[in-house]
């Protein structure tokens, strides 16, 4: 293989990388650095517990990804509070989570 591929190889998003769960590690509106060589695919389950609340992934201080949590449909029926948010990360890139009521349900980052 010719060191163009070998070197395109060690960049490529996914190759050599694990899904890793890093829910017990990860905070709400912390900001976190993707410190690795190669880009990372991040994705996120919020569980709002409420209705009418979004759960946002900023990457590099633009939002990247957007899910509202529990849109009311009817007077009484109502959406799932659970939604997924994901995106990819430069190498060196930023990115956080903002979910202003509820919980982080599974985080998982490609490591």
Known sequence: M??????FKRLMLG???????VTSSRSIGV???????????VSIQGDAGTFNNAITLTIDGIEGGRAKLGDYTSGSASTATRATVYGIVK?????????????????????
């Open 2 to 7: 010719s060191s163009i591929a070998v070197n």
């Open 15 to 21: 190759i050599d990388q694990d899904y890793t769960d």
């Open 91 to 111: 190498p060196n890139g930023t990115y956080s989570i903002n979910l202003p009521v509820g919980v982080v349900d599974l985080w998982v980052e490609t490591l």
């Open 31 to 41: 900001t976190y650095t993707n410190l690795q060589a190669k880009p990372m695919l």
